[in-house]
């Protein structure tokens, strides 16, 4: 008996050992697969004021799904040579585009082989939120007019024609990236805008598309999680019209004020 518990012991703790390592190994696996990105880091302790250079800055690879907001990219370290910093950082601590004043244009931020496009919502409330970097669904709604004819009464005096409209929303694109904001002192790349304008980057087509919604249809931003690949197909959120609204009033009784309001909420 005594000889026995030993052994079961060593089984287990050869059970244990074998479930860590290939935790470890499944995780691993995870991290190996998923596409990682190059994000500048401190290469030493860098004190306030301190001024950017070749020595100062280094890469770090880090899975995609954990860069941090704002951070600057490798390929783009070159905006930062020069630059001084408003606080200390310390070694291998990640350098954020909010932590160095970089003197960009708008040229600077447009994704190669991309145009930049300005974009004006018709409720401004979500754009005074946004911040540089900020993943955002667009969403249109398109009034088309349409006419009608009525065969009981004449035309030839326009009388017989009814002119209609109906309204469409759909999601025009279901995920861009924010680049710059339009705001009162010319700023674009602080947030708190005004005017409801933001700055993307687009690829050709999708920017000339973008360009004409705005004539033909009213804008509204909607706020995604950075680095969200769930709802990136535009099909995925149908379309709202007359029939929508219709289904949902299907089977409903309606609602009538009594003559007496409840006294508890007079």
Excluded at 174 to 179: D, F, N, S, T
Excluded at 187 to 207: M, Y
Excluded at 213 to 222: K, N, T
Aim: hydrophobic content about 40%; some cysteine; proline content about 6%.
């Amino acid at each position: 008996m005594k000889n026995i518990i030993p052994l079961v012991v060593s089984v287990i703790l050869g059970l244990a050992a074998v479930y860590i390592v290939s935790k470890l190994l499944f995780e691993k696996e995870n991290t190996d697969t998923e596409k990682t990105i190059s994000v500048v880091v401190a290469a030493r302790d860098l004190a306030a004021y301190d001024e950017l250079s070749q020595g100062a800055l280094t890469y770090k690879n880090i899975p995609e799904s954990a860069v941090p907001k704002n951070a600057l990219r490798w390929e783009n370290v070159s905006l930062a040579y020069g630059q001084q910093l408003p606080h200390a950082v310390s070694q291998d601590d990640y350098i954020l585009m909010t932590d160095i004043r970089i003197q960009t244009t708008l040229s600077d931020c447009t994704r190669q082989g991309e145009w930049t496009v300005p974009v004006t919502f018709s409720d401004p409330a979500l754009v005074k939120m946004l911040m540089p970097d900020d993943e955002i669904g667009i969403i249109s709604t398109y009034v088309t007019p349409s006419v009608t004819v009525d065969k009981n009464m004449t035309v030839s005096d326009g009388s017989g024609v009814k002119m209609t409209e109906s309204r469409e929303t759909s999601v025009l694109l279901p995920c861009v990236r924010v680049i710059g904001i339009a705001n009162e002192r010319g700023s674009f790349r602080e947030g708190g805008s005004s005017s409801g304008t933001v700055f993307v980057s687009l690829p050709p087509q999708q920017a000339m598309i973008l360009i004409a919604a705005q004539r033909e249809s009213e804008l509204y931003p909607v706020l995604r999680k950075r680095n969200d690949s769930v709802a990136l197909s535009r099909k995925d959120g149908g379309v709202v019209n007359a029939d929508t609204f219709a289904k949902i009033r299907k089977g409903l009784a309606p609602a009538e004020l009594p003559e007496v309001p409840n006294k508890d909420h007079r």
